[in-house]
């Protein structure tokens, strides 16, 4: 049996989410959920959450890689001179423009947007964790999870598959919302108590690792799209946000605009 964690990466540890599941029957089954961590806190969870001999999948909200043209280009650039490549092909990896053309939803740019700060925390973290366990977390190209390992997902993405309306749901008034996204979750995953239903229309980083939970599922299941043949080879350089594709293809017209 497979465990889930999903995170809700953020910088600062007091901004993260985490919640932990088991996939039972096809179904996430939450048995953990909570934010607001002291220094040092999400870490020391992680470990306490993290069986070494178990597989355990960590479904990451963060960029886990940056575009390749951006890390071929800036190695050799001087100060003052042209980057004759069109910024949206500089600054953003293929995963999210696949996602953008797929789902309608736009990740947030690594190469230009302060996301890159949670990137650099998403990897120093699982620096962090292959210290403590003494193994190696690597990224899961495979929905055979043998150990500890990761992936990047998007609750943006995942909630859109589901046809989930889920808009400023990360307002502080945004309760309402987050109670009618936690109603359409109910037939795709369970909580184990009324205190985790709470935890997670109070407080929209415990909602996010829960959706991160779902995305992990769906990948375990094998229901999350996988790179292209073309794109493997950069998805593994780049990182690859792994969602469940929409049931009806979004229609082209709306996929360009």
């Known amino acids: ?25 096809g179904k996430a089954q939450v048995s953990e959920a909570k934010s607001n961590f002291k220094r040092g806190e999400v870490l020391t969870t992680l470990l306490e959450w993290i069986d070494p ?30 980057i004759p490549i069109e910024p949206n092909h500089f600054f953003r990896r293929r995963t999210d423009i696949y996602i953008k053309e797929q789902l309608l939803q736009q990740p947030l740019d690594v190469g230009a947007d302060r996301i890159a700060r949670t990137a650099h925390r998403a990897l120093q973290l699982l620096s962090e964790l292959r210290v403590a366990l003494h193994q190696s977390v690597d990224l899961a190209w495979s929905h055979k999870v ?24 990360k307002d502080e008034s945004g309760k309402e919302t987050r109670l009618s996204i936690l109603e359409r979750l109910g037939g795709h995953l369970a909580l184990s108590s009324e205190q985790l239903r709470r935890n997670c229309v109070d407080d929209a980083d415990v909602l996010d690792a829960v ?47």
Not at 4 to 10: E, K, L, S, W, Y
Not at 64 to 82: I, N
Not at 155 to 167: E, F, G, M
Not at 212 to 236: H, I, M, S, W
């Open 146 to 169: 043998y150990s500890v390992q990761a992936i990047e997902v998007y609750p943006a993405a995942t909630l859109a598959s589901y046809k989930i309306p889920a808009r400023l749901y």
């Open 53 to 82: 001999d178990s597989p355990t999948l960590l479904a990451i909200d963060a960029p886990l890689g940056w575009p390749e043209a951006m890390g071929d280009t800036l190695a050799g650039h001087e100060a003052g001179r042209f």
């Open 211 to 257: 959706v991160c939970v779902l995305a992990g599922a769906d990948f375990l299941l094998g229901r999350a799209e996988t790179p292209q043949d073309q794109d493997v080879k950069l998805a593994q350089k780049e990182g690859w946000i792994w969602s469940r594709p929409l049931d009806e293809p979004v229609p082209r017209t709306q996929a360009d605009s």
């Open 1 to 25: 049996m497979v465990t889930i964690i999903g995170i809700d990466c953020a910088v600062q540890d007091k901004n993260v989410g985490l919640a932990r599941s088991q996939l039972v029957e």
